[in-house]
């Protein structure tokens, strides 16, 4: 595809270069700086001043202003000028003989003495624009000989040119270009690169100078551009490796030279330039009668037999933008970044950034949505220039203006889509994703309220479920756009979080508990009054607990409690005073009981206060079921579980307040044993359980429930007890088998209760107590455990005895190890009775080893009356 790179632009008119006088031909031209020399076929070297001017359509234009010309004297055409700037010489070969002209005079430079300043028999020269002799008053120059099959290297000086190396080869070489001390030749058969300082050389390929005319060109540092057989344009290096791919232009190529990241060449009737970069054919242009082209200094310079034209690169910034115009882009980024080594970094930064702007856009605006993305992140693009394509979506206290000159051709989304609801959809699509990408980056520095408020639109107009993530993480929604952007899409709940995310919670409350109450619709949360309990639990505004909480318990008093009983306890969260609440819940009956429940049973608060209320809860509650006609079974028997269970659980409610409570109420006799145990009024206890429950179970689960976490003894006396209230109630002297009589129905309880506690009672007070007439046979698996546990704690306290006198026998054995220990005395200790020295060995050790006089221990054995053990020890100094 074709991209307007270069335009032709006329140099030197034909009228200026040879008048009236039609058979002059140019042959060869040079460029210095603003100085052009032409060599025509006449022997005449025409010396012209190039002056650049720009239109008034902006193009370049150029001026000539013919210098001089000079005849050379010897009637052969001029087939080669080179410049030395340096030197202020012209290097001109004309009739096979290299010599010098000054740049100015064009006069002929003489030889100097001691050295010639011509060289005869060449075919070709070239100079070494990478000169390896370090002298700048010293231009070096490889020559072709007609002679013979070498190249040789001369170093030319202001006034004459020397000899400094030659080298042969392999055949006669036809043409020659040099970098350093690699030489890039053309010899008749094929192209070749030689080292003429190693002498090492390396083969390229074949070519047949004999039907075409071979081109050698340096392009770069150690680089060569040749014309290849197939019509190819090879690249190759100081190797003889070729690191880029090959441009395919004409067979009959006449002259080429590299504009980069552009090739010319020139053939009979076309300029074509290929890019460097992606090879491609990028722009044809006419030019008939066309022989030369040179380029110097990165001016491009073609001549016809005629005239002589400068070939002007378009500006690379206006190729790019005539490139994404035509919508190619990967052709301008390619362009782009091959521009990168011809432009200062800052300015190539900012371009490169700017054109993937404007590729990402173009590929947006064609759906290609990856790719747009792409270019946005590497070309790092403000995220507001794809904001404001989309209608509304920008806050309007934004301050965003888009970028000039415009990055895009679009005015908005609805002009890229023409009415396609479709692409519109895909667009906005596009954008939540790549928003919700950047969007913890730093591309939304400086633009986060932009951002976000975007995200929002987009998020509440396509029912997204990344909403809810947005507003309950931290953001930066501006409150006054989003809000009726919420109520548009009746997003209500999503308007509470961002009510609650700008700290206005009683805002978002109001919100939510009309839609609760049906008064707004949102289908967002169906859990949304449990909601609402849970941000009450959670939140450190006492104020608007307290204003809530009411809604709430009304609502469900199961539910709503947890404002009070699932609130945090932490360091930032204000504690609530249970006063306060038991208080506040004083309307809510339900409520208070689950609360006084929570702090009772749960939270294990140890306070009289609220272990009686909730004891008074429960016990009205069941009387109010026993009130009801008919009474609810089931709701009774579970009222009264709680009541009995608090009751035998909690030792810090106010008993006889509660036992005043129930003595009218026959109903609860269970409740008032167990309140007459909590009181140690076991006897009374017993006589209801017993007596007027005839409930002998329960009778036996109260003396194990009172004896909990008391000695066996204590035990053992409420069984006694229980018992004693069986047998008060027998018929005396009578044996258990009238089962009948209440007599009997007592005396079976009692055996029933020695049989399966029997290891709890002392057997014999136990036997006392039972009436003569009873039999053994009922009492024989009592008799039995009675047995077994007397033996039990017979052997078990033999063994103890036997385990302690194994201890004291291991003791006294330690002891008498200790005592086999020397006692040392002297004369100078003293006895630690009476306080005297020993005078003779015979003494008496106290325990601790400390020694005495015989005579001292056998007084204070005398005098006390409780005998010590002593040990006598007899110890020699």
């Known amino acids: 595809m074709s991209v307007k790179a270069f335009e032709l632009v006329p140099a030197v008119e034909r009228d200026l270069l040879m008048g009236d006088k039609a058979r002059i031909n140019i042959e060869c031209i040079e460029c210095c700086g603003k100085h052009l020399y032409v060599g025509t076929n006449d022997c005449f070297i025409h010396h012209f001043l190039l002056d650049e001017a720009t239109s008034s359509k902006g193009k370049l234009i150029y001026s000539s202003q013919k210098l001089l010309h000079k005849y050379l004297g010897l009637k052969k055409p001029v087939t080669e000028l080179r410049a030395a700037s340096a030197l202020e010489r012209l290097i001109v070969l004309c009739d096979g003989i290299v010599f010098l002209v000054d740049m100015v005079t064009l006069e002929t430079v003489p030889s100097a003495a001691g050295g010639g300043a011509k060289i005869r028999g060449v075919t070709a020269f070239c100079i070494n624009e990478n000169p390896v002799n370090g ?55 094929q192209y070749m690169i030689l080292n003429y300082n190693t002498g090492a050389s390396q083969d390229l390929f074949p070519y047949n100078s004999e039907e075409r005319r071979p081109i050698v060109k340096r392009i770069s540092r150690e680089e060569f551009l040749l014309a290849a057989p197939g019509g190819l344009g090879m690249f190759a290096n100081a190797e003889g490796v070729s690191q880029r791919a090959p441009v395919n232009w004409s067979e009959s190529v006449i002259g080429a030279a590299v504009c980069f990241p552009y090739v010319v060449a020139l053939d009979e009737s076309f300029i074509t330039i290929h890019s460097m970069l992606d090879q491609q054919l990028k722009q044809t242009l006419s030019f008939r009668d066309g022989h030369i082209l040179q380029d110097f200094e990165g ?49 190539f930064q900012i371009l490169h950034k700017r054109i993937l702007q404007q590729a990402g856009f173009i590929q947006f605006g064609q759906l290609q949505f990856l790719e747009a993305k792409e270019h946005f992140r590497k070309g790092q693009l403000d995220v507001r220039e794809l904001i404001s394509l989309y209608p509304l979506l920008l806050p309007a206290s934004s301050s965003f203006t888009r970028c000039h000159p415009p990055l895009h051709e679009f005015a908005d989304l609805n002009h890229l889509a023409q009415g396609d609801q479709e ?37 509440a107009e396509q029912n997204h479920e990344s909403l809810l993530d947005l507003l309950a993480s931290e953001n930066s929604c501006v409150l006054a756009d989003s809000v009726p952007w919420l109520e548009k899409y009746h997003k209500y709940f999503a308007l509470g979080l961002l009510y609650h995310s700008n700290g206005q919670d009683s805002a978002a409350l109001q919100l939510w508990i009309r839609v609760v109450d049906g008064d707004l619709q949102d289908s967002t949360r169906s859990d949304l009054y449990e909601y609402i309990v849970d941000f009450l639990c959670t939140s450190s505004n006492l104020d608007l607990v307290w204003k809530y909480a009411d809604w709430a318990l009304l609502k469900d008093p199961t539910k709503g409690i947890h404002v009070f009983t699932r609130r945090p306890a932490s360091k930032d969260q204000p504690e609530l005073n249970p006063d306060d609440v038991i208080t506040y819940l004083g309307k809510h009956s339900r409520a208070l009981l689950l609360y006084l429940e929570h702090l009772v049973l749960e939270r294990r608060i140890q306070k009289e206060k609220f272990h009686t209320h909730l004891a008074v809860l429960y016990l009205e509650r069941v009387l109010s079921l026993l009130s009801e006609l008919p009474a609810n079974e089931e709701q009774l028997t579970k009222a009264r579980e709680r009541l009995q269970a608090m009751l035998r659980e909690s030792d810090l409610y106010r008993v006889q307040f509660l036992l ?75 044996a258990p088998s009238a089962a009948g009589s209440n007599g009997g129905e007592m005396e079976m309880a009692a055996v029933d209760l020695l049989n399966r506690h029997g290891e709890v009672f002392d057997a014999v007070r136990v036997l006392e107590m039972l009436p003569e007439g009873w039999s053994l046979q009922l009492l024989k698996p009592f008799l039995g455990r009675a047995v077994r546990a007397s033996m039990h704690a017979c052997r078990t306290s033999q063994i103890a005895v036997g385990l302690a006198h194994s201890e004291n026998l291991q003791l006294l054995h330690d002891r008498l190890k200790e005592r086999k220990k020397p006692i040392l005395i002297s004369e100078k200790k003293g006895c630690h009775l009476c306080h005297n020295t020993f005078s003779e060995p015979s003494v008496v050790c106290l325990p601790g080893g400390v020694p005495v006089h015989t005579h001292c221990v056998a007084q204070r054995a005398r005098d006390s009356p409780t005998k010590r053990q002593l040990t006598n020890s007899s110890n020699h100094t």
């Open 423 to 459: 692409k519109v959809l895909r667009c906005k699509k596009f954008l939540i994703s790549y928003l919700g990408e950047v969007r913890s980056t730093e591309v939304v520095n400086g633009c986060r309220e932009d951002v976000d408020t975007a995200l929002l639109k987009l998020y």
């Open 299 to 347: 001016k491009v310079i073609l001549a016809s037999t005629k005239a002589v034209y400068v070939l002007v690169p378009l500006p690379l910034e206006r190729q790019i933008q005539d490139l994404l115009a035509s919508h190619r882009v990967e052709e301008a980024l390619i362009l782009t970044e091959g521009a990168q080594r011809n432009i200062p970094k800052d300015k």
């Open 660 to 734: 005043v409570k129930t003595e009218n109420c026959e109903q609860l006799l269970l409740e008032r044993a167990t309140l007459h145990g909590k009181l140690e009024e076991h006897d009374k206890a017993l006589h209801i359980l017993v007596h007027q429950l005839r409930d002998f179970p329960s009778a036996e689960a109260f003396c194990i429930w009172a004896s909990s976490c008391r000695d066996s003894a204590y035990r053992q006396r409420l069984f006694h007890l229980l018992l004693g209230v069986y047998l008060d109630g027998s018929v005396p002297g009578s």
């Open 135 to 189: 002298d700048p008053f010293c231009v070096e120059m490889a020559v072709l000989s007609s002679k013979r099959r070498t190249v040789q290297i001369y170093m030319v000086y202001e006034d004459r040119v020397q000899l400094a190396k030659e080298v042969s080869t392999p055949e006669q070489p036809c043409a020659v270009s040099v970098d350093g001390y690699f030489l890039c030749l053309a010899l008749a058969t």
